[in-house]
């Protein structure tokens, strides 16, 4: 029974918990891509650098907090910053909106040609974003670091394995759920948001019933740009903010989208659980489970890993191709890539 119990905190400490925190920051990228898809019916590439620019922001101003003393105590002074960032972030997005992409949707230029363009914009925008914080990790985290230590834990329960809860992994989930909670009930309550959700059901109907589509395009964008930047903080606080992991990043919150169905919400939340899921189980090494799941003569010798963790995001891609190939409308049945 003292292995079994070991064997799940091994379990939960190295799989679970990691998947549950990694899975609602893709959810909130994912939801971010999905929005644009089914609103303004591109795929927008330019998320993941997004992403980063709105982390960026918030980076910015939560050390300039840290400077003059300014912090939350036990918990993250980025979450103080978080609202500067967003709206940072908000004005770059209706900057590149106004300046980019408005051009081409007065043109009535096919979602190809918007895909390539966000491709341009993605470009430009991670190079804006390396040369004004630098190509490097940058680590921007204070506060307590675990809300459950390992050793505290193995004192308390008598385990051998003891469980390690990161604080931002904590912050990670509860904040994706409030944001959830929240666009739901923006999309589902507020008037603004059953006019995204018509002009995203039938742009004509929506235009005749008197819709003003820039308006919806600026919402949309808006929340695009809230979404991102609580994405991209919560991956820096949990990791560390390198510029171009977030350019990487495009892959899984992709796969996230489209294996939920891209355009359905519920979706993009349920892909970013699988794709975290697959990810981590097929890239982590079983030998410390089965160790005490397995009677002696059969335990491991090797690691029992599937795959190298430099693999990770080609468990992404994998999947990916499987749902493009025999279910491209997703989970949930969404719009058809």
């Given at each position: 029974?003292?292995?079994?119990?070991?064997?799940?905190?091994?379990?939960?400490?190295?799989?679970?918990?990691?998947a549950?925190?990694?899975g609602?920051?893709?959810?909130?990228?994912?939801?971010?891509?999905?929005?644009?898809?089914?609103?303004?019916?591109?795929s927008?590439?330019?998320?993941g650098?997004?992403?980063?620019?709105?982390?960026?922001?918030?980076?910015?101003?939560?050390?300039?907090?840290?400077?003059?003393?300014?912090n939350?105590?036990?918990?993250?002074?980025?979450?103080?910053?978080l609202p500067?960032?967003?709206?940072?972030?908000?004005l770059?997005?209706?900057?590149?909106?106004?300046?980019?992409?408005?051009?081409?949707?007065?043109?009535?230029?096919?979602?190809v040609i918007l895909?390539?363009?966000?491709?341009?914009?993605m470009?430009?925008?991670?190079?804006?974003?390396?040369?004004?914080?630098?190509?490097?990790?940058?680590?921007?985290?204070?506060?307590?670091r675990?809300?459950?230590?390992?050793?505290?834990?193995?004192?308390?329960?008598?385990?051998?394995?003891?469980?390690?809860?990161?604080?931002?992994?904590g912050?990670?989930?509860?904040?994706?759920?409030?944001?959830?909670v929240?666009?739901?009930?923006?999309?589902?309550?507020?008037?603004?948001?059953?006019?995204?959700?018509?002009y995203?059901d039938?742009e004509?109907l929506?235009?005749?019933?008197?819709?003003?589509?820039?308006?919806?395009?600026?919402?949309?964008?808006?929340?695009v740009?809230?979404l991102?930047t609580?994405?991209?903080?919560?991956?820096?606080?949990d990791?560390?903010f390198?510029a171009f992991?977030?350019?990487?990043?495009?892959?899984p919150?992709?796969?996230?989208?489209i294996?939920?169905?891209?355009?359905?919400?519920?979706?993009?939340?349920?892909?970013?659980?699988?794709?975290?899921?697959?990810?981590?189980t097929?890239?982590?090494?079983?030998?410390?489970v089965?160790?005490?799941?397995?009677?002696?003569?059969?335990?491991?010798?090797?690691l029992?890993?599937?795959?190298?963790t430099?693999?990770?995001?080609?468990?992404?891609?994998?999947?990916?191709?499987?749902?493009?190939?025999?279910?491209?409308?997703?989970?949930?049945?969404?719009k058809?890539?």
């Amino acid at each position: 029974m003292i292995d079994f119990l070991n064997a799940i905190v091994a379990l939960s400490n190295f799989v679970i918990v990691p998947a549950i925190a990694y899975g609602s920051q893709l959810a909130l990228g994912a939801l971010g891509v999905t929005l644009i898809y089914g609103i303004l019916r591109f795929s927008n590439f330019a998320h993941g650098d997004t992403m980063a620019a709105g982390a960026m922001f918030t980076i910015f101003v939560t050390w300039w907090m840290q400077s003059v003393g300014i912090n939350l105590g036990p918990l993250p002074t980025a979450l103080l910053a978080l609202p500067f960032g967003i709206l940072g972030c908000m004005l770059l997005v209706l900057f590149t909106d106004r300046f980019v992409y408005r051009f081409y949707r007065e043109q009535k230029a096919k979602p190809v040609i918007l895909v390539i363009v966000s491709m341009g914009v993605m470009f430009i925008m991670n190079g804006l974003v390396r040369f004004a914080i630098g190509p490097g990790e940058q680590r921007f985290s204070d506060g307590e670091r675990f809300i459950i230590n390992a050793r505290e834990f193995k004192e308390m329960t008598g385990l051998r394995e003891g469980l390690a809860i990161k604080t931002s992994q904590g912050i990670t989930v509860i904040t994706a759920i409030i944001v959830v909670v929240l666009l739901f009930w923006f999309l589902n309550r507020t008037r603004t948001g059953k006019s995204m959700r018509a002009y995203s059901d039938n742009e004509d109907l929506a235009l005749l019933s008197g819709i003003n589509p820039e308006r919806v395009v600026m919402y949309t964008w808006l929340i695009v740009a809230a979404l991102a930047t609580t994405a991209g903080v919560l991956y820096g606080l949990d990791k560390s903010f390198k510029a171009f992991t977030y350019f990487q990043l495009l892959l899984p919150i992709f796969a996230s989208a489209i294996v939920g169905g891209l355009g359905s919400p519920i979706g993009a939340i349920a892909g970013g659980f699988v794709i975290a899921f697959s990810e981590i189980t097929i890239t982590y090494a079983w030998k410390k489970v089965l160790v005490y799941l397995m009677p002696d003569a059969l335990e491991p010798s090797g690691l029992v890993q599937l795959l190298s963790t430099d693999y990770k995001f080609a468990v992404s891609f994998v999947i990916l191709l499987i749902v493009l190939l025999f279910k491209p409308t997703g989970l949930f049945s969404g719009k058809a890539v």
